[in-house]
Nanobody, 129 residues
Framework: QVQLVESGGGSVQAGGSLRLSCAAS????????MAWFRQAPGKEREGVGC????????YLADSVKGRFTFSQDSAKNTLHLQMNSLKPEDSAMYYC??????????????????????WGQGTQVTVSS
Protein backbone atom coordinates (compact mmCIF):
# COMPACT_ATOMS: atom_id res chain seq x y z
CA GLN A 1 0.00 0.00 0.00
CA VAL A 2 1.49 3.30 -1.11
CA GLN A 3 1.51 6.15 1.37
CA LEU A 4 2.81 9.67 0.87
CA VAL A 5 3.54 12.08 3.67
CA GLU A 6 4.39 15.72 2.98
CA SER A 7 6.11 18.05 5.38
CA GLY A 8 7.94 21.35 5.45
CA GLY A 9 5.25 23.89 4.70
CA GLY A 10 4.96 27.14 6.58
CA SER A 11 4.81 30.90 6.37
CA VAL A 12 7.62 33.05 4.99
CA GLN A 13 8.09 36.52 3.62
CA ALA A 14 8.59 37.15 -0.05
CA GLY A 15 12.13 36.27 -1.09
CA GLY A 16 12.41 33.58 1.55
CA SER A 17 12.88 29.84 1.21
CA LEU A 18 11.18 26.65 2.26
CA ARG A 19 11.94 23.00 1.67
CA LEU A 20 9.06 20.61 1.22
CA SER A 21 9.54 16.89 1.64
CA CYS A 22 7.51 13.94 0.43
CA ALA A 23 8.22 10.57 1.99
CA ALA A 24 6.93 7.60 0.03
CA SER A 25 6.36 4.14 1.41
CA UNK A 26 5.05 1.01 -0.24
CA UNK A 27 7.12 1.19 -3.40
CA UNK A 28 9.57 -1.48 -4.46
CA UNK A 29 11.99 -0.51 -7.17
CA UNK A 30 12.28 2.88 -8.81
CA UNK A 31 9.76 2.81 -11.64
CA UNK A 32 7.52 5.55 -10.45
CA UNK A 33 7.03 9.22 -10.97
CA MET A 34 6.61 11.65 -8.10
CA ALA A 35 5.19 15.08 -8.73
CA TRP A 36 4.38 18.18 -6.73
CA PHE A 37 1.18 20.08 -7.31
CA ARG A 38 -0.25 23.17 -5.71
CA GLN A 39 -3.70 24.61 -5.38
CA ALA A 40 -4.64 28.05 -4.20
CA PRO A 41 -8.20 28.89 -3.11
CA GLY A 42 -10.47 29.32 -6.10
CA LYS A 43 -7.85 28.11 -8.56
CA GLU A 44 -7.21 24.87 -10.38
CA ARG A 45 -4.57 22.44 -9.22
CA GLU A 46 -1.28 23.30 -10.91
CA GLY A 47 1.69 21.06 -11.62
CA VAL A 48 4.89 22.37 -10.06
CA GLY A 49 7.48 19.73 -10.84
CA CYS A 50 8.14 16.06 -11.23
CA UNK A 51 10.86 13.46 -10.92
CA UNK A 52 10.80 10.12 -12.67
CA UNK A 53 12.85 7.79 -10.51
CA UNK A 54 13.25 5.28 -13.35
CA UNK A 55 15.94 7.39 -14.97
CA UNK A 56 16.27 10.37 -12.66
CA UNK A 57 14.81 12.91 -15.08
CA UNK A 58 13.19 15.98 -13.58
CA TYR A 59 10.80 18.60 -14.86
CA LEU A 60 9.74 21.95 -13.47
CA ALA A 61 6.92 24.27 -14.47
CA ASP A 62 8.03 27.49 -16.15
CA SER A 63 6.62 29.50 -13.25
CA VAL A 64 9.15 28.00 -10.83
CA LYS A 65 12.20 27.32 -12.99
CA GLY A 66 15.28 28.97 -11.61
CA ARG A 67 13.73 29.14 -8.13
CA PHE A 68 12.73 25.58 -7.22
CA THR A 69 14.95 22.51 -7.30
CA PHE A 70 14.74 18.85 -6.36
CA SER A 71 16.91 16.77 -4.11
CA GLN A 72 16.33 13.36 -2.65
CA ASP A 73 17.17 11.07 0.20
CA SER A 74 17.15 7.70 -1.51
CA ALA A 75 17.59 5.77 1.72
CA LYS A 76 14.32 7.23 2.98
CA ASN A 77 12.47 7.32 -0.36
CA THR A 78 12.04 11.03 0.16
CA LEU A 79 11.96 13.75 -2.46
CA HIS A 80 12.60 17.32 -1.38
CA LEU A 81 11.39 20.42 -3.18
CA GLN A 82 13.65 23.34 -2.36
CA MET A 83 11.77 26.57 -2.94
CA ASN A 84 13.82 29.76 -3.09
CA SER A 85 12.94 33.36 -3.91
CA LEU A 86 9.36 32.69 -2.94
CA LYS A 87 6.65 35.04 -4.17
CA PRO A 88 3.16 35.68 -2.79
CA GLU A 89 1.75 33.91 -5.84
CA ASP A 90 3.48 30.72 -4.67
CA SER A 91 1.08 30.58 -1.73
CA ALA A 92 -1.02 27.42 -1.96
CA MET A 93 -1.58 23.99 -0.56
CA TYR A 94 1.16 21.79 -1.94
CA TYR A 95 0.57 18.10 -2.63
CA CYS A 96 2.85 15.33 -3.72
CA UNK A 97 1.53 12.52 -5.85
CA UNK A 98 2.86 9.38 -7.45
CA UNK A 99 2.13 6.96 -10.23
CA UNK A 100 4.08 3.80 -10.97
CA UNK A 101 5.09 2.32 -14.28
CA UNK A 102 7.76 2.15 -16.95
CA UNK A 103 8.77 4.91 -19.34
CA UNK A 104 6.92 7.62 -17.46
CA UNK A 105 9.05 10.46 -18.78
CA UNK A 106 6.20 11.89 -20.84
CA UNK A 107 3.79 11.59 -17.92
CA UNK A 108 6.31 13.28 -15.67
CA UNK A 109 6.86 16.04 -18.18
CA UNK A 110 3.16 16.84 -18.42
CA UNK A 111 2.74 17.15 -14.62
CA UNK A 112 -0.99 16.60 -14.99
CA UNK A 113 -3.00 15.74 -11.90
CA UNK A 114 -5.40 13.20 -13.48
CA UNK A 115 -2.48 10.96 -14.35
CA UNK A 116 -1.46 10.44 -10.73
CA UNK A 117 -2.85 7.71 -8.56
CA UNK A 118 -1.63 8.27 -5.03
CA TRP A 119 -1.79 11.58 -3.17
CA GLY A 120 -0.52 12.96 0.08
CA GLN A 121 -2.56 15.06 2.47
CA GLY A 122 -0.94 18.36 1.49
CA THR A 123 1.13 20.98 3.25
CA GLN A 124 0.35 24.70 3.31
CA VAL A 125 2.76 27.32 2.01
CA THR A 126 2.02 30.98 2.68
CA VAL A 127 4.21 33.75 1.32
CA SER A 128 3.55 37.27 2.53
CA SER A 129 4.57 40.42 0.70
Amino acid sequence: QVQLVESGGGSVQAGGSLRLSCAASGYTGSYYSMAWFRQAPGKEREGVGCKYFGDGSTYLADSVKGRFTFSQDSAKNTLHLQMNSLKPEDSAMYYCATVSGYALNSVCGRIAAPEYRHWGQGTQVTVSS
